[in-house]
């Protein structure tokens, strides 16, 4: 099992940046392939980013492709996602996951541990 803790979220004026942190603990997080979705209120939570164990490969939503960059650490245990060029549209709560099987990281279905999540607010 893998426990995931999202730090960094908050109030941002658009435009403005911020750098979300997932931290992980429980079992072997270098080997888990990890993501980050996002949901804001009344929608389905929607894919943001994902990146493989490795670090070498990832992938990005087309609405914040060019603005956020997930990464990894796996020294520290944390997974990184940094938002740029923030707009309103990026308001919701975001989740980080981690997925321990093979699948498509665009999706929801390969993931098995969630984090509690972070809010992140971008005003006009």
């Known amino acids: 099992q893998v426990q995931l803790v999202e730090s960094g979220g908050g109030l941002v004026q658009a435009g403005g940046s911020l750098r979300l942190s997932c931290a992980a603990s429980?079992?072997?997080?270098?080997?888990?392939?990890m993501g980050w979705f996002r949901q804001a209120p009344g929608k389905e939570r929607e894919f943001v980013a994902a990146i493989r164990w490795s670090g070498g490969t990832t992938w990005a939503a087309d609405s914040v492709k060019g603005r956020f960059t997930i990464s990894r650490d796996n020294a520290k245990n944390t997974v990184y996602l940094q938002m740029n060029s923030l707009k309103p549209e990026d308001t919701a709560v975001y989740y980080c996951a981690a997925a321990r099987g093979p699948g498509r990281l665009t999706t929801i279905g390969p993931y098995d541990y969630w984090g509690q999540g972070t809010q992140v607010t971008v005003s006009s």
């Open positions: 429980g079992s072997t997080f270098s080997r888990y392939a």
